[in-house]
Every structure is written in C-alpha cells, then in structure tokens.
C-alpha cells in the first residue's frame, strides 16, 4: 500500500495505534494491543515489500516505516509503538523520528506495581512481573514472565527474553538471554549481551558477551 493508502486509514481511524515490524514480535504485541485495547484501530508498518500491502492475522500492513512515521507525528491521537526485536534498530527509529507519540504496550496478564516506572514506547508482555520502585527505561522489551525485582534498574532500548529473572542494574541496549538470572545490583553494560540460562554474579562490561553458570565473558 502507498502511503496514501495509510493517510486514508489515519483519517478514518485517528486514535490509531501503529505498530512498527510485522515479524514475531508486532504479532505479538499485535496480540498484546487487541488484549489491552479491544476496538482500537490497528495498523502495522513494514519495509518488506512482500508485507507492504497484505494484513497480518486481518491487520493491515503499510511501509516503508520511516513515511509510516512521518503520517502518524503529522496526526495528534496516533500512537506508535517500534515491536521491532534489534536493540540498535528500536534506537535508531525512536532517535529519527523524536515527533511521534510512542504507545507504551503492558498486557493485562502483566503484573507491574504502580510503584514502578516505565519509559514510553515500552512493551511488556503476559506473565511478566514488575516490582516497586523498578525503574524501565523506554522503548525495553521486556519479554514473557520475567521478574524484575524492586529497584532494579533497565535502561533504554534493552530487551529481555522470556524468563528472565533480574535485580541488576541493565544498560541500554543491552539483550538478555532467555532464563539468565542478573543478581541485585550487579550492573551489565551498555550494548552487552547475557547468553541463556547464565547466572550473572558480577559486572558485565559494555559490549560485552558472557555466558555460563556463573557467567564469564566469551572471548
């Protein structure tokens, strides 16, 4: 679809919701939105041209993202939210494009103490507990049924895969693999990656990798 094709369906719908990325991850926040905010206009944007055009599970799917964007900072009452799984890729988009009204995405079977923050643009999906006085960041992906202790601490832009227990304290950018605990207030760096199943007991160094248990930097 062109973009004129998307300047039609925001005229019609504008309390839109867009959701950036057609792949696994704008399904299930798809999933996620339809839960949240049942009767919400949806739409997706994609720069696959073998999406651009199609829906996803009766969703439309418009591209390229950066034009997608563009329309909805032009349209007060459309929100956007980047379900794009590539930390430096989130980062880039919600960098370029500071106008848009970024929707921050928690599923009703996420349990998120009103004691905690979150940063706009964030998702949080089924299962997922998050306690007092935790600090999110924005646009963190915070995946299903991970814990996030009180005071812990995750930057911008980082990402947690399913079961994911964590008190740390987790830069920007940085991916967490599925099941890794992070001890309270050990800190991992920005850009550093946790492997699966790895026991986090001291500092991980920006751009780091470490895995294992307990984890030690892969060289």
């Known amino acids: ?34 839960t949240a905010h049942p009767g919400r206009p949806l739409a997706m944007l994609d720069d696959d041209p073998s999406r651009i055009g199609g829906d996803v599970h009766g969703t439309p799917v418009f591209g390229p993202v950066s034009d997608g964007l563009a329309a909805a900072a032009a349209m007060h009452g459309v929100e956007c939210v980047l379900a794009i799984a590539n930390n430096e890729v989130r980062a880039r988009l919600a960098n370029e494009h500071g106008g848009v009204s970024w929707l921050t995405a928690i599923h009703p079977a996420a349990t998120v103490s009103p004691l905690a923050t979150i940063g706009e643009g964030s998702i949080v999906l089924p299962g997922a507990v998050i306690d007092p006085e935790a600090r999110i960041g924005r646009h963190v992906i915070i995946n ?27 830069g920007e950018r940085c991916f967490i693999g599925m099941g ?8 991992v760096g920005a850009g550093a990656v946790v492997g699966a199943g790895a026991v986090v007991h001291q500092e991980v160094a920006a ?3 470490v895995v294992g248990v307990p984890a030690r930097q892969r060289h």
Request: hydrophobic share 50%.
């Open 180 to 187: 890794a605990s992070i001890l309270p207030l050990v800190r």
């Open 144 to 170: 299903k049924l991970c814990s996030i202790g009180h005071n812990c601490v995750i930057e911008d832009y980082a990402q947690l895969a399913p079961l994911v227990g964590s008190g740390g304290l987790l």
């Open 1 to 34: 679809m062109s973009g004129s094709a998307l300047d039609r369906f925001l005229a019609a719908n504008a309390d839109a919701a867009l959701i950036v990325g057609g792949g696994g991850l704008g399904v299930m926040t798809l999933d996620l939105l339809r």
């Open 207 to 209: 751009e780091a990798t």
